[in-house]
Protein backbone atom coordinates (compact mmCIF):
# COMPACT_ATOMS: atom_id res chain seq x y z
CA UNK A 1 0.00 0.00 0.00
CA UNK A 2 1.43 3.26 -0.96
CA UNK A 3 0.13 5.12 2.02
CA UNK A 4 2.15 3.09 4.72
CA UNK A 5 5.70 4.11 5.88
CA UNK A 6 7.40 0.95 7.33
CA UNK A 7 10.36 0.80 9.09
CA UNK A 8 13.86 0.12 7.72
CA UNK A 9 15.34 -3.61 7.40
CA UNK A 10 17.82 -2.81 9.88
CA UNK A 11 14.96 -2.15 12.56
CA UNK A 12 12.67 -4.84 11.79
CA UNK A 13 15.80 -7.18 13.76
CA UNK A 14 15.76 -4.72 16.67
CA UNK A 15 12.91 -4.03 18.84
CA UNK A 16 10.74 -1.26 17.00
CA UNK A 17 10.27 1.61 18.90
CA UNK A 18 9.23 3.22 15.97
CA UNK A 19 5.55 2.74 14.97
CA UNK A 20 4.56 2.25 11.26
CA UNK A 21 2.37 5.14 10.16
CA UNK A 22 -0.95 4.82 8.23
CA UNK A 23 -1.94 7.87 6.16
CA UNK A 24 -5.46 7.55 4.92
CA UNK A 25 -6.22 8.88 1.99
CA UNK A 26 -10.05 11.06 1.86
CA UNK A 27 -12.08 8.01 1.51
CA UNK A 28 -10.87 6.05 4.45
CA UNK A 29 -10.63 9.43 6.38
CA UNK A 30 -14.09 9.54 5.84
CA UNK A 31 -14.99 5.62 6.52
CA UNK A 32 -13.45 5.77 9.47
CA UNK A 33 -15.38 9.11 10.75
CA UNK A 34 -18.54 7.54 9.55
CA UNK A 35 -17.53 3.97 10.87
CA UNK A 36 -14.59 2.17 12.25
CA UNK A 37 -11.12 0.93 10.39
CA UNK A 38 -10.29 -2.66 10.91
CA UNK A 39 -7.00 -4.28 10.28
CA UNK A 40 -6.61 -8.12 9.07
CA UNK A 41 -4.03 -10.57 9.15
CA UNK A 42 -2.89 -11.61 5.29
CA UNK A 43 -4.57 -14.97 5.95
CA UNK A 44 -8.06 -12.84 7.39
CA UNK A 45 -7.39 -13.28 11.24
CA UNK A 46 -8.97 -10.11 12.76
CA UNK A 47 -6.01 -7.43 14.47
CA UNK A 48 -7.56 -4.87 15.59
CA UNK A 49 -10.53 -2.08 15.37
CA UNK A 50 -10.32 1.57 15.17
CA UNK A 51 -13.06 4.22 15.54
CA UNK A 52 -16.03 2.55 17.59
CA UNK A 53 -15.20 5.30 20.23
CA UNK A 54 -15.08 7.74 18.19
CA UNK A 55 -18.74 6.57 17.32
CA UNK A 56 -19.91 6.23 21.04
CA UNK A 57 -18.54 9.63 22.09
CA UNK A 58 -20.48 11.13 18.83
CA UNK A 59 -23.27 9.51 19.84
CA UNK A 60 -23.36 10.65 23.77
CA UNK A 61 -22.38 14.02 22.63
CA UNK A 62 -25.66 14.16 20.68
CA UNK A 63 -27.84 12.92 23.50
CA UNK A 64 -25.80 15.41 25.95
CA UNK A 65 -26.75 18.33 23.30
CA UNK A 66 -30.65 16.98 23.03
CA UNK A 67 -31.13 16.95 26.74
CA UNK A 68 -29.89 20.30 27.28
CA UNK A 69 -32.18 21.12 24.08
CA UNK A 70 -35.10 19.74 25.96
CA UNK A 71 -34.33 21.72 29.37
CA UNK A 72 -34.12 24.74 27.93
CA UNK A 73 -36.99 24.35 26.05
CA UNK A 74 -38.97 23.14 29.11
CA UNK A 75 -37.60 26.10 30.88
CA UNK A 76 -38.98 28.31 28.49
CA UNK A 77 -42.53 26.83 28.24
CA UNK A 78 -42.51 27.32 32.02
CA UNK A 79 -42.29 30.56 31.80
CA UNK A 80 -45.04 31.28 28.96
CA UNK A 81 -48.28 33.14 30.38
CA UNK A 82 -49.71 34.41 27.60
CA UNK A 83 -50.42 33.53 23.63
CA UNK A 84 -47.45 34.29 21.95
CA UNK A 85 -46.34 34.43 18.45
CA UNK A 86 -43.15 32.97 17.49
CA UNK A 87 -41.25 33.73 14.56
CA UNK A 88 -41.28 31.34 11.94
CA UNK A 89 -37.60 30.17 12.15
CA UNK A 90 -38.11 29.77 16.28
CA UNK A 91 -41.22 27.78 15.03
CA UNK A 92 -38.64 25.46 12.77
CA UNK A 93 -36.27 24.87 15.39
CA UNK A 94 -38.81 23.99 18.00
CA UNK A 95 -40.04 21.18 15.39
CA UNK A 96 -36.02 19.89 14.60
CA UNK A 97 -35.67 19.56 18.70
CA UNK A 98 -39.16 17.53 18.59
CA UNK A 99 -38.21 15.66 15.94
CA UNK A 100 -34.79 14.87 17.25
CA UNK A 101 -36.55 13.50 20.82
CA UNK A 102 -38.75 11.43 18.63
CA UNK A 103 -35.77 10.08 16.72
CA UNK A 104 -33.96 9.56 20.37
CA UNK A 105 -36.93 7.77 22.04
CA UNK A 106 -37.50 5.41 19.30
CA UNK A 107 -33.57 4.00 19.36
CA UNK A 108 -33.39 3.97 23.15
CA UNK A 109 -36.31 1.86 22.89
CA UNK A 110 -35.08 -0.59 20.61
Do not use: W
Not at 53 to 82: F, G, K, S
Amino acid sequence: MDNISSPTYATLNKINTRPTVIVLNAFQHTQYQADSIEIHSPDGEHLETFGENIQREQAEDLAYQLQNQICLLECLLLNIYDNIELPVKAVSGLVDVFYRMQDFCITQIK
